[in-house]
């Protein structure tokens, strides 16, 4: 199975900042069949941004996924307060589809 | 607008079996895949595996020997029981769905998760 790893662990920023965070993954993703997800304390993951860089329905344009093969990067352009939160990033190019440890993007 | 809704027990004893249901509303469950996503507590999401409306399924390889899924269109629900439970299957357990009906591993409805936890 693939293995994706998060880096970093967790992100200390202001708000208006630019956020950069980061998914390896252990071997190419298929057809950069990579996705991912926000997630506020208590409640379910949301849906951001599949195939690498289309965003999902009513996702702001300040989120942006970009990467191919091993490596792929969601930026968020100018952090706003409810952006704080846990980002999960997704493959599933092949089963099992798996998920990375998440990066916490924390109020500096 | 679809809603999703898990429902079943908080607290299964070792060596018994964790059975949920997820409800679904504001839509049909004929013509989607049906997901089990689970999120140790403090952890990250493990994907569970899938079912279809007409029953075929895809399990997790690490979980397969003791997932059964099944759905009931009639009570537009679908099911996850895992059987043999340890204190590592101590999880919030997620249902899910894609937003288009050709897609099984992109998900854009979740249910808002239930909590549960194996122990004696």
């Known amino acids: 199975e693939i293995v994706l790893t998060q880096s970093p662990g967790t992100l200390s920023l202001s708000p208006g900042e630019r956020a950069t965070l980061s998914c390896g993954a252990s071997q190419s993703v298929s057809s950069n069949y990579l996705a991912w997800y926000q997630q506020k304390p208590g409640q379910a993951p949301r849906l951001l941004i599949y195939?690498?860089?289309s965003r999902a329905t009513g996702i702001p344009d300040r989120f942006s996924g970009s990467g191919s093969g091993t490596d792929f990067t969601l930026t968020i352009s100018r952090l706003e307060p409810e952006d704080f939160a846990v980002y999960h990033c997704?493959?599933?190019?092949?089963?099992?589809?798996?998920f990375g440890g998440g990066t916490k993007v924390e109020i500096k | 607008q679809v809603q999703l809704q898990e429902s079943g027990p908080g607290l299964v004893k070792p060596s018994e079996t964790l059975s949920l249901t997820c409800s679904v509303s504001g839509g049909s469950i004929s013509n989607y895949y049906w997901i089990w996503i689970r999120q140790p507590p403090g952890k990250g999401l493990e994907w569970i595996g899938y079912i279809s409306y007409s029953g075929n399924t895809n399990y997790n390889p690490s979980l397969k020997s003791r997932v059964t899924m099944s759905v009931d269109t009639s009570k537009n629900q679908f099911s996850l029981k895992l059987s043999s439970v340890t204190a590592a299957d101590t999880a919030v357990y997620y249902c899910?769905?894609?937003?288009?009906?050709?897609?099984?591993?992109?998900?854009?409805?979740w249910g808002q998760g239930t909590l549960v936890t194996v122990s004696s």
């Open positions: 195939g690498a860089s």
């Open positions: 899910a769905r894609p937003f288009n009906y050709y897609d099984s591993s992109v998900y854009y409805y």
């Open positions: 997704q493959q599933y190019g092949s089963s099992p589809l798996t």
